[in-house]
């Protein structure tokens, strides 16, 4: 079955600019969550929508957004980009709560944003 | 909350030789125990998974990892590496029922011929 898809995979913007990332869940699963990667952060947990409800959040700005939609599929938002903000974004989705669980995520090849 | 510490954040190794890669968690309540690897300009993907039950766990690429719940450890383990494992390594931990993992610095390996 088709995995997790994230667009763009490339992208490229200046300081004071928004971005927008998609992600698109594999078939059936209900929970997205998104992680930003930085070389000297790691990966740091941004947060998980299950059902189109936020149900955790990481530690960073409010410029970080996000949203789910009916079909389980994901965006992400970054307001007034700072230089810090370039990074890996990588999104994951999961079944979500419930009989299925396993707590297994299941990754997306990124989005690669660098600020300028 | 949880915690993961990965103990080395580069393992140089020659090809066909044996590896561990070390981690150790921190949590007052019951986990699941995972280790991914991501290889250059992709994604994380998962190698093994602890949720339960037998305490070693065997995964993809003969990788295999022991669960030690009194020492809170999750070490992962080859008996023989190839020059295609040259990737980072994380090892990451999530309370059970919930979809957030917590990783740790990651651990590069590094196989040389």
């Known amino acids: 079955k088709a995995g997790v898809t994230q667009t763009p995979r490339y992208l490229i913007k200046t300081r004071g600019q928004q971005v927008t990332l998609s992600c698109s869940p594999i078939s059936g699963h209900r929970s997205v969550s998104w992680y930003q990667q930085t070389p000297g952060q790691g990966l740091q947990f941004l947060f998980e929508?299950?059902?189109?409800?936020q149900r955790n959040k990481g530690n960073f700005p409010g410029r970080f957004s996000g949203r789910q939609f009916s079909n389980s599929r994901s965006e992400m938002n970054v307001s007034t980009l700072e230089l810090g903000d370039s990074a890996l974004y990588l999104c994951?989705?999961?079944w979500g709560p419930g009989d299925r669980d396993t707590g297994e995520l299941f990754f997306g090849e990124g989005s690669r944003l660098t600020v300028l | 909350a949880q915690s993961v510490t990965q103990l080395d954040s580069q393992v140089p190794v020659f090809e066909e030789a044996p590896v561990e890669l070390r981690c150790n968690y921190s949590s007052s309540v019951s986990v699941y125990l995972f280790w991914y690897v991501q290889y250059p300009n992709q994604g994380l993907q998962l190698l093994l998974k602890?949720?339960?039950?037998?305490?070693l766990v065997k995964g993809i690429n003969g990788f295999e990892a022991e669960f030690n719940k009194s020492q809170t450890s999750f070490h992962l383990r080859k008996p023989s590496v190839h020059i295609s494992d040259t990737a980072e390594y994380f090892c990451a931990v999530s309370r059970t029922g919930f979809q957030k993992l917590v990783f740790g610095t990651g651990t590069r390996l590094l196989v040389s011929p």
């Open positions: 929508y299950f059902s189109e409800t």
């Open positions: 602890y949720l339960s039950g037998s305490t």
């Open positions: 994951a989705s999961s």
